[in-house]
């Protein structure tokens, strides 16, 4: 028979992660992000207890699961109010490129620091006058004798300030390519982007300005192109999907404790219908929205990467709208005190959108659907 329950593990993971999650919850998050700090001593706590490696082979130090269990692991942390926006790419993108194309020598450098949280690497393919048209990106790299040269730039890079390396996207003659780069190669500069999301990560704009890079900077194959690039992606997608399911979540708790509690009329607002049935509505397409991402999950898992392709583009479409639906409606249970930093939902608002922009946005995944999910003509 299919299962549409997770395994017993999985379960008892996600229970797990979610007693710790509540240990920091969202009053730590935001102060951290309201005050310009990390949450470092999470990401610490997570990794120390193998959460954050639980996708990484055994063999390199991690726990040998799939993207499943990781994306188990940021829903509970993003249910208690912890979305790890960094968790996004790095265990999950460059953890999943490397274990499935980097060389054993690749494997054995890079896999052991994301398997216990030491070592923080980010993703960078967004370029400015890309954009989601990733076909169009102009950084490219060049032989020079065994070393590459790495030329262009990128934009809206998540936590450069957090990380030793850059895995980017660039050009080798036509085809896309991955390399890993150190931020603080020479010719390689970055400037934070001033953002209105309260959220610890910081995003950068990226120059590279002739970086040389080592021959084993290239991960996997050149000629591997957009393949190769798109194992990485369905993960970020999964990953994108179960945050926004999370956070919708924790949104959707805090206007059902509120809707029980408020009384204006003699009775909980809750008992009105237009109360509860957008709660209750809301609690449906969160569960639509975590089933495709489990469905996304098990499907990468398998090894069935197209199907995982179609799902993941799915689930992260359904997850946006949830999660945007989600806080719009737990702001308006709470009437004036849902605009008031006090109760916690108003500096969720940008976070909330971010699904339906970023790693794909909404209109692409939209597009991804009609063209190969329906085969109808794409306009571009
Ligand atoms: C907070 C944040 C963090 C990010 N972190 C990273 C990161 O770590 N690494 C990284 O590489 N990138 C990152 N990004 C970039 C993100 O992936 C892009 O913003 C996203 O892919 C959209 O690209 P764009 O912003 O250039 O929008 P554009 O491509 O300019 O699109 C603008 C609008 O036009 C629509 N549109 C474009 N083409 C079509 C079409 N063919 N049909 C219909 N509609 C279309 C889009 O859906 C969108 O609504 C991040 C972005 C944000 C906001």
Redesign the pocket.
Known sequence: MTAFVESKERRELREAVARLGQKYGEAYFYAAAREGRKTTELWQEAAALGYLGVSIPEQYGGGGGDIGDLAAVLEELATAGCPL?LMV?SPAIVGTVIALFGSEEQKQRWLPGLASGTATY?????E?D????THQIATQARRDGDDWILSGS??????VDEASHVLV?ARVGKRPSLFMVPVDAPGFTHQKID?G?V?PED?FTLFFDDVRLPADALIGSEEAGFDQLFAGLNPERIMAASSATGMARWALRKAVAYAGERQVWGVPIGAHQAISHPLAKLHVEIEAARLLTQKAAALHAAGELKAAGEAANMAKYAAGEAVCAAVDQAIQTHGGNGLANEYGLVQALATSR?TR????????AL?FVAQFSLGLPR??
Not at 122 to 126: D, E, N, R
């Open positions: 926006l790419v980010v993703f960078g393919i967004t400015p890309a954009g989601s048209n990128k934009t809206y890079i998540s936590g996207v953002m999301l959220a995003q971010l922009m970023a790693p794909v946005s909404r209109e692409m597009n306009s571009y």
